[in-house]
């Protein structure tokens, strides 16, 4: 498969050449335990500190509110099982959903008021449909909280009313298993406990050259934002001006990343689209990549009105660097060859 026929940018995107040349350099260089005194821990815990300050950068933070993690689903468990009572948005990610219901929490329409908690959670981008919400318009009072993994490093971010967020370096170039946690004081209730590692809040040995690549990745996305941001607009008119077909419609709201487009496919199993699309060398998604294994609709889709039948006859389209236009022509000439030979074996 070509790169630019990837789009599949929400699952994941590929390292950028930088990030990998960093991590390598890391990894080579930077041998020592970054909480070992001598001279090459030293010279480890250097190299975190600067990645810590190129995240807070990204996200209009100080370094000292970033907390490293192995990325936004641990981010997101670690709110969960923070004291309280505890609601969230039902366009949640699948941690974040499976994290209130072992916690005992609720779930509310993100359209709609808040139910009274302690904690509230709300996703910034759904990483389905890309609708995008604001946290910070729920509650005064709450302790807050955001899913802001489709948001880092493609839409501007303003983290002020907000109590927490969770992040992940693989969305925004960065190297897969490692992410981050900003608490706007500083402190929480360690979930991780052991060596008291990242000042107390989160226990274990740092993935040293991971957290290099996100540092890496965060600063190449602050200088790339509004080029990146433009790109994916244009992709995403390409594909809409390209894809007329009947039964076709998008699953957006007027506030939508422009980086995410879910389409509903009136009559074709998502499914069998996918791997349609994927026999003529493109990849898309019939929804998150973590829950591809299952076979129920999207609670996602379902939250958002779509039926059963529509949920399950939607796909996931994710836009990114390395997709032009002349592939995203592509991508259009073949989801209409694909959608019109799986209704006629219909």
Known sequence: MRRENYFDYAATTPAAPEVIRAVAESMTEEIGNPHSIHALGRAAHVAIESARSKVAALVGCSPEQIVFTSGATESNLWFCAMEGSLAAGTWEHSSMREGVR??????????????????????????????????????????????????????????????????????????????????????????????????????????????????????????????????AQQLLSVLMTELDLPGVRPVRGRDASPYILALNIDGVAGQSLVEEMDLRGFAISAGAACSSQSTAPSPVLLAMGLSEHEARSTVRISFGRENTEESTRDLAAHLTKAIQNLKSLK
Not at 115 to 132: F, H, K, Q
Not at 143 to 151: C, F, I, N, P, R
Not at 152 to 168: C, N, V
């Open 102 to 231: 072992r916690a005992g929490g609720t779930f509310f329409d993100p359209t709609q008021s808040a139910p009274t908690a302690d904690r509230l959670s709300c996703i910034l981008v759904s990483n389905e449909t890309g609708d995008m919400t604001d946290p910070s318009a729920l509650s005064t009072t709450a302790v807050l909280h955001t899913d802001a993994t489709q948001a880092l490093g493609k839409i501007p971010l303003s983290l002020e009313a907000l109590d927490f967020a969770s992040f992940s370096a693989h969305k925004l170039y960065g190297p897969k298993g490692i992410g981050a946690m900003y608490i706007r004081d500083g402190h929480a209730e360690p979930w991780f406990i052991g060596g008291g590692q990242e000042e107390g809040r989160r226990s274990g040995t740092a993935n040293v050259a991971g957290i290099v690549g996100f540092g890496v990745a965060a600063e190449l996305a602050l200088h790339r934002l509004e080029h990146d941001f433009d790109h």
